[in-house]
């Protein structure tokens, strides 16, 4: 599996940036998830995407981004899309793409450790 981030930069608080994560190696049954650090904090899961099939799919936000944040994939290509906008000096972080074989459900999917592949990151930087 390999997972390769891009999208992040700076931008004014109220702004918007498109985070995007080219994936090989997965099937359509993966959880896709988007992870963020800031230094000297653990890991925070953001949002996840999970394709449970028959056209049902579940997406995941942590609270501080419901409402502003939207997770999406796209199977053709594979790539997973994370679209923030109303973006908040707090948001600043470097952004992860995941994947996971697991499925995510409500209660797990914000837990980093179950996902075995990981990408290189993307800075986020928003300015007050």
């Known amino acids: 599996v390999q997972l390769v981030e891009s999208g992040g930069g700076s931008v004014q608080a109220g702004g918007s940036l498109n985070l995007s994560c080219a994936a090989s190696g997965i099937t359509n049954r993966n959880c896709m998830g988007w992870f963020r650090q800031v230094p000297g904090k653990e890991r925070e899961g953001v949002a996840a995407f999970y394709p449970a099939g028959d056209s049902t799919s579940y997406a995941f936000y942590a609270d501080s981004v419901k409402g502003r944040f939207t997770i999406a994939q796209d199977n053709a290509p594979n790539t997973v899309y994370l679209h923030m906008n109303s973006l908040k000096p707090e948001d600043t972080a470097m952004y992860y793409c995941?994947?996971?074989?697991?499925?995510?459900?409500?209660?797990?999917?914000?837990?980093?450790?179950?996902?075995?592949?990981w990408g290189q990151g993307t800075q986020v930087t928003v300015s007050s």
């Open positions: 995941a994947a996971r074989l697991l499925p995510c459900t409500t209660e797990n999917w914000s837990n980093p450790d179950p996902f075995r592949a």
